[in-house]
Nanobody, 129 residues
Framework: QVQLRESGGGLVQAGGSLRLSCAAS????????MYWFRQPPGKEREFVAA????????YYSQSVEGRFTIARDNAKNTVDLQMNSLKPEDTAVYYC??????????????????????WGQGTQVTVSP
């Protein structure tokens, strides 16, 4: 049974940092592309970052480019999201997702939540002004 479990969320002041982690169980290490999404209050879930199966390809949404860093450790079967220079508009529930297929930057399937094989339960990030 596949499980994705996010951790590391919390309350932080604007300008601060948080590091989210997603631990995958039941997934073959290095066989799935991993993604981070977020869902702000009252809004739809949105794409944040992607990393390919062995980390060769990475990209971010424009809203987090230069502030967030995605990384994976296939030996531990984890994927992290380092979030720096946080802003109040980063407040959201953050989800990790896994998919057998890597969606490149120009692949519109990456925006569709039903395109992903597995999802975690989410972790809340709140950034105060």
């Amino acid at each position: 049974q596949v499980q994705l479990r996010e951790s590391g969320g919390g309350l932080v002041q604007a300008g601060g940092s948080l590091r989210l982690s997603c631990a995958a169980s039941g997934l073959a290490p290095g066989q799935y592309a991993m993604y981070w999404f977020r869902q702000p209050p009252g809004k739809e879930r949105e794409f944040v970052a992607a990393i390919s199966e062995i980390g060769s390809f990475i990209y971010y949404s424009q809203s987090v480019e230069g502030r967030f860093t995605i990384a994976r450790d296939n030996a531990k079967n984890t994927v992290d999201l380092q979030m720096n220079s946080l802003k109040p508009e980063d407040t959201a529930v953050y989800y990790c997702a896994a998919n057998r297929h890597y969606y490149g930057y120009y692949n519109s399937d990456r925006y569709t939540t039903s395109s992903y094989d597995y999802w975690g339960q989410g972790t809340q990030v709140t950034v105060s002004p």
